[in-house]
C-alpha cells in the first residue's frame, strides 16, 4: 500500500498544476480584468475540477483492487486528505486572485454485505488445499532442498501444522513457532505428552504439544495482565523431524532461528517448491488475502478416507469454537497416581451446617438479611428516637442523606474496633463505600446520580464479602478479579433473563436491559477510589474502556483416582467424633458427589431433588428385595424448593447407562429406602434430606474444598462444580473418543461405551457417528446446555484430544535417503520410512504419558464397596474390572487369564494363542467383555449375576475320579475350545483328537445338573468325511422347552478355570 501512496502524491500534484492553468486560462478570457471570475466561469471551472478528481479517484480504485477493504478505505482517505492538504494550500495563496477551490471529498464508500461464499467455491478451495498438500507430500517426501536456510525449514514446519495438524490461525502459529524456538535456544521442555497411555505400543501413539496463545475475551490463565488460552495441537511427525534438525543445526553452532515473519517464510517455502498451478494460487491469495486464504483448509482432513473428523472437530482445529485445554500444571495434577505428598496440608476442623429448605425463592434483600450482622449503609436513614429538622424542601433529602452518611461513618469506625474477623470485613466495606460516596459528592455529582451508583452495586457487593469471607485489606489480584467478575455476572444473567422476558410479552425496552455496562463504569470508578486511598491492585476485568465480556474459564478436571481420594476423605470424616451426629448428612453427600462426578448435575440440582423428580416403575412393586431396576430415571426440573438456571437445563438423566453395576445398585436402595420413608410421611419429598433438613449449599461448597486441600493441599482451585466440568469431559470422551481414549481417560469400560452410544444416539446413527453432528447436541443436552458450543466454552477441556485422535492416523512419508542425510543411517529394507514409527521410537522429545489405564481409587468408602473376604470369586473378577478392587493381586491374575482364554475361543485370528502370553499387556479386553455380556443375556430373571451350580450327580465316593475327569475336560476346553456364536467347536482330524473329545464329555456331562444337558452335532465323528467338526451346544430344559444357553455355560466354566493354578502351568 506504501508503493501506492507513493504513486498518488505525484498525481494530485499534476493536478493541482492543472487547476492553476485552468484558472490563468479562464481570466485570460475575460474581456476586462475584474477582481472575481463571473459565476458562470467558476461554476464551469467547479465542473472541471471534480471531473480530474474523479479521475484521480477511479485511478486509486483500480490500484487498490488487490488490497482488502479496510485497506481500501485507509487509502481513499490518504487521497483526501492530500488534496485537502493541497486546496487549502492553494486558497491560502490566492491572495486576491478572482477564484477559490470548493470542492472537499469525502467518498461514503458503501459497505457491502459480506459475501457469503457458495458452497461450489468452498469446495474449489478445498480441492485447491488437496492438490497444496499432495505437492507438499511429494516434496517433504524426497526432496533435499530446503534443509538449507532456517526460513525454509520453519516455513515447511508451519505447513505441516497447517495441512497435517489444521492448525491455521496466524496467532497460534506464531506462539508455536515462539515455543519451539526458546525450546532449542534455552534448550527447555516442550511441553509434549502421548495421548494414549503407555501400554498402547503396537499401534502409533500421536505426541501432542501444549502451548497458550494470548486472547483479549477469553481464556484460562492470566500473567502479567494479560489473558492467555491454553491449547493442544498435534505435533506431527514433519513437524518433530523438523524441529530436530533444526536443534543439530543449534548444536553445530549453525544459524537455526527465523529472521522472518511466519507469513513471509510461508511464502519463501512455497515459492521453493516449484512453479505449480496449484502453488501458484495459494501464495496469490495469501498476498491478497494472508491467512483468510487458509480458511478452508481443514477440508483436506474432512475429504481425506483415513481420517474421521467431523464438522464441529473441525470448527475446533480452526479456532473457530471457544474452549480451553488444562495448563500444563493441571494436567499433569489430573494423571498424577501420589497425593499423599502434600506441601501445605489443611487438616482444620470442618463446621456443618443444616437448613429446612421452605418453597421461596431468595431476592437479594433477602440475601442481605441472611448476614447476622446490622448492615448500617442500607438500614433505616432516619433511626428511632433521632428527629431530623425541618429543612427546606428542596434540600431536605439531600441534607438527611448526607448527614445519614456522616452519623454511620462514625458509628463504623468506633465499632470496628471491637469487632470480630467476620464483621470487620463488613464494616470495613460499608466505610469503603461511604467514603466513595463523599468523594463522589464533592466531585459535584447530584444526590440522585450517586443513589443510583452505589444501588448499581452496593447490596451484592456486601453480600459477597460476607458469603466468600473476604478481607479487602488482604485481597490479592486474582481475589479481586473473581469478586468484580461475578457481580458483573450477576449483572449480565439479570439482564439476559429481562430480555427473554420482554420478549414472551411482546416488549422491547428502551433501555435494552444494559445493567452490566452502567454497573461495570460504577465498579471501575470505585475500584480506581480504592486504589487511590486504599492501596488496591489494578484488575485485568477493570482494565477496558467499555464493558466487555471477559471469560476467564476454571479449568480443572478431577481424575477417577482422585475422585476415588475424595470419598475416602469423605469417609474418614464421618468417622470422626465430631461428625457423628452427621453421618446420616455425609452418606447422602456421597451419592451427591456420585451423581455430579457421573451425571454432571449442579450442586441446587442434586441437593434439592425431590422423590417426585424420580421415573422408576419399579418403586411401585410391593416386593422389591432382590429386584434389580430396569432404569432410574432424574427429571431436572423446576421445583418448589428451587429454579432451574435455564430452560435448557429441564433435563431427563437416565442413571442405568452413567454409574456402573454397582454404583447403580447403591443409588437404588437408596432410593428404595427414601421412598419408603416418603410413603410415611410425605412432607419430607426431599430425596437427600435427613428428618426435612439438608446440608446447606454453603457447607457442602466448604466440605468439598476442605477435603481437596486435605489431598492436594491448599490453593488448589477445586470445587463441587468442578465434579460438574469432569462430568462433562468424561462423557464427551466416552460418547464421542475412540476405544483407546476411553481406555487412557476414563474408567468406563469399553463395551458399556458403546451401550451408551446405541441408547443416545440410535443403533443406526451410531453405524454412523463418525460423521453426524447430532451427537454434539446430545452432549449439550445431558448438561443442561442449548448450544454445543455453550458447552464447549465453559467445561470442555478435551475437544483438542478428541481431534486429533481423528486425524493423526495419516501416513507422513519420508524417503530413506533424506533421512539418512539428515541423521544416522538407517536400517530398513524399504526405501521409503514411515516417520508415525520411526519418530515414535526414536524419542526426540521429552513427553508426559500416561503409563496406565485410569481406575478408580483402590480404596472407597463402605457405602460403595464391599470388603474383598464376603465377596465370591465372580464378584471379585467383576469388582477388580470395574476398578473397585485394584490392589487385588488375584483377581488382577484371574482377569489376565479370562481375557486370554475368551480371546483364544472367540476370536479367529488367535486360535493358536499359546499360553505363556496369558499375561501379555495387548490382549483385548473386547472378547471377555462380549462373552460377559451374552451371559447376562442369558441369566434367569430372578438371578442379579449369571453364576451356575456345578455339582455331581453321583455318591462322593467317586469325587476324586470325576475331579480328575473334569480337569482333564477343562484342560482340552482351554488348549482346542472355538466359541462360535453359540456353539462350541472341536477340530477332528485325527484319531487322537477323537479321544479328546470322548474325554471332554466325559468331563463335563457330571457337572450339568438336571436342568442342563449337552447337545452333539456330527458325534461321533466321520474321519472319512471332509466336515470333521463336533459341535457342542449347552441346552437349559425348562418344563418342555429347551434354550441353547452354551456362552452362560462356558462363562462359569471359565470363572472355574481361572481358579485352578495346575491348568496354567507351563
Same mark, same amino acid.
Given at each position: ?266 511464502? +519463501?517455502? #512455497?515459492? /521453493?517448491?516449484?512453479? !505449480? ?7 496469490? *491469495?495469501?498476498? =491478497? &488475502? ?98 431530623? +429538622?425541618? #429543612?427546606? /424542601?428542596?434540600?431536605? !433529602? ?7 452518611? *456522616?452519623?454511620? =461513618? &462514625? ?656
Amino acid at each position: 500500500m506504501q508503493k501506492i501512496k507513493e504513486l498518488i502524491k505525484p498525481q494530485l500534484d499534476d493536478l493541482f498544476v492543472d487547476i492553476h492553468k485552468m484558472v490563468k486560462k479562464s481570466l485570460d478570457r475575460q474581456p476586462s480584468p475584474p477582481e472575481v471570475l463571473t459565476k458562470e466561469m467558476q461554476q464551469k471551472l467547479d465542473q472541471q475540477i471534480a471531473e480530474k478528481w474523479h479521475d484521480i479517484k477511479d485511478s486509486v480504485d483500480c490500484l487498490s483492487q488487490k488490497l482488502s477493504r479496510d485497506e481500501q478505505s485507509k487509502l481513499m482517505q490518504f487521497t483526501e486528505d492530500e488534496f485537502n492538504k493541497r486546496r487549502k494550500q492553494f486558497n491560502q495563496n490566492v491572495d486576491k486572485k478572482s477564484y477559490r477551490i470548493k470542492l472537499n471529498p469525502h467518498t461514503k464508500r458503501i459497505v457491502l454485505p459480506r459475501k457469503i461464499e457458495s458452497t461450489e467455491s468452498r469446495l474449489e478451495q478445498g480441492h485447491l488445499h488437496i492438490h497444496v498438500l499432495k505437492e507438499l507430500r511429494q516434496y517433504w517426501q524426497d526432496s533435499f532442498e530446503y534443509w538449507n536456510e532456517p526460513k525454509y525449514l520453519w516455513g515447511n514446519l508451519c505447513l505441516s501444522f497447517i495441512y497435517i495438524s489444521g492448525c491455521a490461525d496466524e496467532q497460534h502459529l506464531i506462539a508455536i513457532q515462539k515455543q519451539l524456538q526458546e525450546a532449542i535456544e534455552l534448550g527447555t521442555d516442550l511441553n509434549c505428552f502421548r495421548l494414549y497411555h503407555s501400554d498402547y505400543k503396537k499401534i502409533t501413539n500421536p505426541l501432542l504439544l501444549h502451548y497458550r496463545v494470548e486472547n483479549s475475551q477469553y481464556g484460562n490463565d492470566v500473567e502479567q495482565g494479560k489473558l492467555y488460552q491454553w491449547k493442544h495441537v498435534f505435533f506431527n511427525p514433519y513437524a518433530q523431524f523438523i524441529l530436530q534438525y533444526l536443534k543439530k543445526l543449534k548444536a553445530t553452532q549453525k544459524e537455526f532461528c527465523l529472521q522472518h515473519s511466519v507469513e513471509d517464510c510461508i511464502l +519463501e517455502s #512455497l515459492s /521453493k517448491i516449484g512453479r !505449480k498451478k496449484s502453488l501458484g494460487d495459494l501464495q496469490y *491469495q495469501i498476498k =491478497r &488475502r494472508g491467512f483468510r486464504a487458509f480458511n478452508d483448509v481443514q477440508m483436506v482432513l474432512e475429504f481425506n478416507p483415513n481420517l474421521s473428523i467431523d464438522i464441529f472437530l473441525s470448527n475446533v482445529l480452526q479456532q473457530e469454537i471457544n474452549t480451553v485445554a488444562l495448563r500444563p500444571s493441571e494436567f499433569r495434577l489430573l494423571w498424577n497416581n501420589d497425593y499423599n505428598q502434600v506441601t501445605e496440608p489443611d487438616n482444620r476442623p470442618i463446621h456443618f451446617e443444616q437448613e429446612q429448605l421452605l418453597p421461596e425463592v431468595p431476592t437479594v434483600q433477602s440475601k442481605l438479611q441472611t448476614i447476622p450482622y446490622e448492615l448500617m449503609l442500607f438500614g433505616q436513614k432516619k433511626r428511632k428516637g433521632q428527629k431530623v +429538622e425541618r #429543612l427546606d /424542601k428542596k434540600r431536605n !433529602k439531600e441534607e438527611r442523606t448526607l448527614r445519614f452518611w *456522616q452519623e454511620t =461513618r &462514625r458509628v463504623l469506625e468506633e465499632k470496628i474496633v471491637d469487632a470480630n474477623t467476620e464483621e470487620k470485613s463488613l464494616i470495613d466495606a460499608q466505610l469503603r463505600l461511604i467514603h466513595w460516596l463523599m468523594h463522589l459528592k464533592k466531585r459535584g455529582l447530584q444526590l440522585s446520580t450517586i443513589e443510583s451508583y452505589l444501588g448499581s452495586f452496593g447490596k451484592e457487593f456486601i453480600f459477597e464479602i460476607w458469603l466468600n469471607k473476604l478481607d479487602l485489606k488482604q485481597q490479592s489480584i486474582d481475589d479481586y478479579e473473581d469478586l468484580y467478575r461475578q457481580l458483573l455476572k450477576y449483572s449480565s444473567e439479570r439482564d439476559e433473563k429481562a430480555v427473554q422476558r420482554d420478549s414472551v410479552k411482546g416488549k422491547t425496552s428502551r433501555k435494552m436491559h444494559q445493567s452490566a455496562e452502567y454497573r461495570f463504569g460504577r465498579l471501575k470508578d470505585f475500584h480506581q477510589f480504592c486504589i487511590e486511598n486504599y492501596d488496591a491492585p489494578g484488575v485485568l476485568v477493570l482494565q477496558n474502556s467499555s464493558f466487555k465480556h471477559l471469560q476467564i474459564c476454571n479449568a480443572r478436571l478431577v481424575s477417577p483416582l482422585l475422585f476415588g481420594k475424595l470419598l475416602e476423605k469423605l469417609e474418614n470424616l464421618s468417622q470422626e467424633p465430631t461428625a457423628s451426629e452427621w453421618v446420616d448428612h455425609l452418606s447422602c453427600l456421597k451419592l451427591m458427589y456420585l451423581l455430579s462426578y457421573r451425571t454432571g448435575l449442579r450442586l441446587n440440582e442434586v441437593r434439592c431433588l425431590k422423590i417426585q423428580d424420580i421415573i422408576c416403575p419399579e418403586l411401585l412393586y410391593k416386593e422389591k428385595e432382590n429386584t434389580v431396576f430396569n432404569n432410574i430415571t432424574l427429571h431436572i426440573q423446576d421445583n418448589s424448593y428451587r429454579r432451574l438456571k435455564t430452560r435448557s437445563a429441564n433435563r431427563q438423566i437416565p442413571l442405568k447407562i452413567a454409574l456402573s453395576e454397582h454404583e447403580f445398585l447403591v443409588v437404588q436402595r437408596y432410593i428404595q429406602h427414601r421412598y419408603e420413608q416418603y410413603l410415611v410421611n410425605q412432607q419430607d419429598d426431599l430425596l437427600f434430606s435427613v428428618n426435612h433438613r439438608v446440608l446447606t449449599d454453603q457447607c457442602i461448597s466448604k466440605i468439598t474444598v476442605d477435603l481437596f486441600s486435605q489431598i492436594l493441599g491448599m490453593h488448589h482451585g477445586f470445587s463441587f462444580h468442578t465434579l460438574r466440568h469432569s462430568a462433562a469431559n468424561y462423557l464427551a470422551i466416552t460418547l464421542l473418543g475412540s476405544k483407546e481414549m476411553i481406555k487412557t481417560y476414563t474408567d468406563c469400560p469399553w463395551v458399556k461405551a458403546k451401550k451408551m452410544r446405541d441408547l443416545l444416539f440410535g443403533m443406526k446413527a451410531r453405524a454412523q457417528e463418525e460423521i453426524i453432528q447430532h451427537k454434539w447436541q446430545v452432549l449439550a443436552s445431558w448438561m443442561g446446555h442449548s448450544s454445543i458450543e455453550q458447552t464447549a466454552s465453559n467445561y470442555l477441556h478435551v475437544l483438542d484430544l478428541l481431534a486429533v485422535d481423528r486425524i493423526y492416523n495419516s501416513p507422513c512419508i519420508i524417503s530413506k535417503k533424506v533421512l539418512e542425510q539428515c541423521f544416522s543411517p538407517v536400517k530398513s529394507s524399504t526405501d521409503y520410512i514411515n516417520l508415525n514409527r520411526y519418530t515414535q521410537q526414536q524419542k526426540w522429545f521429552n513427553s508426559y504419558q500416561q503409563t496406565q489405564p485410569v481406575t478408580m481409587a483402590g480404596r472407597q468408602e463402605k457405602k460403595f464397596s464391599i470388603e474383598k473376604s464376603t465377596l465370591t470369586p465372580f464378584q471379585r473378577l467383576i469388582s477388580f474390572r470395574e476398578g473397585r478392587l485394584s490392589e487385588d493381586t488375584q483377581a488382577q491374575e484371574w482377569m489376565q487369564r479370562c481375557q486370554w482364554m475368551s480371546t483364544k475361543w472367540m476370536d479367529r485370528q488367535k486360535f493358536n494363542l499359546k499360553t505363556n502370553y496369558v499375561y501379555s499387556k495387548n490382549l483385548e479386553e473386547s472378547w471377555f467383555d462380549e462373552l460377559y455380556e451374552k451371559a447376562k443375556k442369558l441369566t434367569r430373571p430372578d438371578e442379579i449375576i449369571p453364576l451356575l451350580d456345578f455339582h455331581y450327580k453321583d455318591d462322593r465316593q467317586q469325587d476324586a475320579l470325576k475331579e480328575k475327569n473334569m480337569v482333564k475336560a477343562l484342560k482340552i476346553l482351554l488348549l482346542f475350545g472355538k466359541l462360535r456364536k453359540n456353539f462350541l467347536h472341536f477340530q477332528c482330524r485325527m484319531k487322537g483328537d477323537e479321544q479328546q473329545i470322548v474325554n471332554f464329555i466325559t468331563g463335563i456331562e457330571p457337572m450339568l445338573g438336571d436342568h442342563l444337558y449337552l447337545e452333539k452335532q456330527n458325534y461321533p465323528v466321520n474321519l472319512d468325511a471332509p466336515e470333521r467338526t463336533v459341535k457342542f451346544s449347552f441346552q437349559r430344559v425348562v418344563g418342555s422347552n429347551k434354550k441353547n444357553v452354551t456362552p452362560l455355560v462356558i462363562f462359569n466354566l471359565m470363572l472355574k478355570m481361572m481358579q485352578k493354578d495346575e491348568l496354567w502351568l507351563k
